[in-house]
């Protein structure tokens, strides 16, 4: 069973940074698109940036211009560089990733918390 693996939320104050990494516990055959969603308390789980083929690349409106997502399809890894954080840019961060026969795997999400 493959696992997606996130590491690097924490507690920041606003306007600092974070860089968020995904892994998967070993090589995903034939990966399409990875990305990051989030959900804040109440609120359902929205799409924070995806990266397809490893170069095109999708923001969220309120993230445009403060988040970069990077990653390597061959290696099954995603980054996301967080900058200027907002509070509400506090959420748990899950990553993503969908396979060319549209099988998605999960990871099981990490505490991103800005205060201000």
């Known amino acids: 069973q493959v696992q997606l693996v996130e590491s690097g939320g924490g507690s920041v104050q606003a306007g600092g940074s974070l860089r968020l990494s995904c892994a998967a516990s070993?090589?995903?055959?034939?990966?399409?698109?990875m990305g990051w969603y989030r959900q804040a308390p109440g609120k359902q789980r929205e799409l924070v940036a995806t990266?397809?083929?490893?170069?095109?690349?999708n923001y969220a409106d309120s993230v445009k211009g403060r988040f970069t997502i990077s990653g390597d399809n061959a290696e099954s890894t995603v980054y996301l560089q967080m900058n200027s954080l907002k509070p509400e840019d506090t959420a748990v961060y899950y990553c993503?990733?969908?396979?060319?026969?549209?099988?998605?795997?999960w990871g099981q999400g990490t505490q991103v918390t800005v205060s201000s």
């Open positions: 990266i397809t083929s490893g170069t095109s690349t």
């Open positions: 993503y990733c969908q396979r060319t026969n549209r099988f998605e795997y």
């Open positions: 070993r090589s995903i055959f034939r990966v399409m698109t």
